[in-house]
């Protein structure tokens, strides 16, 4: 008895930070969302946001940010599995961590330089022949950057998922005559699907509502339903679009956090 009211009193403050930051913040977004911009109660928003204008917008959003996660994954499994067999593991983590430490915007500014019209990479490309090319502002210079900013939350989860594995179900497979590649679609890949959809889950949610990088870098030809809300707030300071858009930014990372979570075996018997 003593203890289940001990672990009561120390669900207190989490319950608290739950209701002030998370649930308040969301029921907010929701009632700006029924007031147009001279504060007139209205379902006016709600039919905006299913014209073309909106509905192109969302489909980019979906679309950079798959482009995103699926570069992320490709390069971290890999990354991931070398990282299991390789020396001074925890070096090579350290490594990847650390940019991650670094503020976001510095990060931004930094590629500004890399990638201007007389940065590093304009250089390189003048050195080996092909001259200087037009990098920032582009579709590449975006999916670029993004994809550096979250590569470290793909590779961690995948790592953790691969160093959990017994290894001797890869003995076993090999055994049993399995080719390296069958191992791996039949053994390895289904036994961290769970490490795969955590890094899939940290990177494209995120994508769905960038804006800063967007700007800096994509020079605003990338539009998302981030850059979207930045903009009703910001400078058309129509909260009401800005926060109908954001309702259905938090739908969409919703039903996607459902989909991609995982399920317990007992829930599948």
Known sequence: MQSKKMRTIYLIPYVLWIVLFVITPILLVVYYSFFDIEGNLTLSNYQKFFTPV???MTLSSFWYAFLITLFC???SYPTAYLLTKAKHRQLWLLLIILPSWINLLLKAYAFLGLFGAYGPANQLLDVIGIGSRQILFTDF?????????FIPFMILPIYNALEKLNPSYIYAASDLGASGWMTFRRVIFPLTLAGVKSGCQAVFIPSLSLFMITRLIAGNRVITLGTAIEQHFLVTQDWGMGSTIAVFLIIAMAV???LTGQRKRGDLA
């Not at 210079?141 to 900013?149: E, G, H, L, N, P």
């Open 141 to 149: 210079s975006f999916i670029f950057v993004s994809v550096y900013i």
């Open 54 to 56: 909106y509905l192109k």
């Open 256 to 258: 996607i956090m459902i």
């Open 73 to 75: 994954l490709l390069i």
